[in-house]
T-cell receptor, first 116, second 111 residues
Framework: EPEVTQTPSHQVTQMGQEVILRCVPI?????FYWYRQILGQKVEFLVS????????KSEIFDDQFSVERPDGSNFTLKIRSTKLEDSAMYFC??????????????FGEGSWLTVV | RKEVEQDPGPFNVPEGATVAFNCTYS??????FFWYRQDCRKEPKLLMS?????NEDGRFTAQLNRASQYISLLIRDSKLSDSATYLC????????????WGAGTKLIIKP
């Protein structure tokens, strides 16, 4: 079964450093997402990406964050100047179409980021 | 008021029992409804969509009550492997159809 893959599975970084989280969405999917889940809290939407541009972003997704699709397969989330409160599990996800039709969103296994 | 509210639990249930939990949502224009399952430190996985007429998938039954703005999940003949956190998820036009997540209900099935 096709799956969304994410790397790294776990990263520890010092406060103020830049982090890049990588994702390979399912190959025929057109919509890509990043979500965040702080330990013990709910899943939070960060950003959606379609046709090589951001289609939607939440209040969390400020200038500290950026996304990129550098080639035909990878989808990256960059966090500049990390803060302690950025420590969370970051999930990449993809779907064939948007959520308007209740289309299934498939999640990667997540990248656990610890900022120290 | 939270957009999607769930009882955090945990619900401690003996194996073989039936368990049900609800989720309430605040936006009456919510359009799509889902139950996701999340194991500890794992990614959420879609358990089932919830349709207006209610729907069943094996031991799992989901119901939607638009008038009272809640959805429910019923698990019959619970298995040890059902132990997980169950996430209620909705979307609506105001969120541009992005998924809005509840904090989850933790279920523990005991032998």
């Amino acid at each position: 079964e096709p799956e969304v893959t994410q790397t790294p599975s776990h990263q520890v970084t010092q406060m103020g450093q830049e982090v890049i989280l990588r994702c390979v969405p399912i190959s025929n999917h057109l919509y890509f997402y990043w979500y965040r889940q702080i330990l013990g809290q709910k899943v939070e939407f960060l950003v959606s990406f379609y046709n090589n541009e951001i289609s939607e972003k939440s209040e969390i997704f400020d200038d500290q964050f950026s996304v990129e699709r550098p080639d035909g397969s990878n989808f990256t989330l960059k966090i500049r100047s990390t803060k302690l409160e950025d420590s969370a599990m970051y999930f990449c996800a993809s779907s064939v179409s948007t959520g308007t039709s209740g289309n299934t969103i498939y999640f990667g296994e997540g990248s656990w980021l610890t900022v120290v | 008021r939270k957009e999607v509210e769930q009882d955090p639990g945990p619900f401690n249930v003996p194996e073989g029992a039936t368990v049900a939990f609800n989720c309430t949502y605040s936006n009456s224009a919510s359009q799509s409804f889902f139950w996701y399952r999340q194991d500890c430190r794992k990614e959420p996985k879609l358990l089932m969509s919830v349709y207006s007429s209610g729907n069943e998938d094996g031991r799992f039954t989901a119901q939607l009550n638009r008038a009272s703005q809640y959805i429910s999940l019923l698990i019959r003949d619970s298995k040890l492997s059902d132990s997980a956190t169950y996430l209620c998820v909705v979307n609506h036009k105001d969120s541009n159809y992005q998924l809005i997540w509840g904090a989850g209900t933790k279920l523990i099935i005991k032998p």
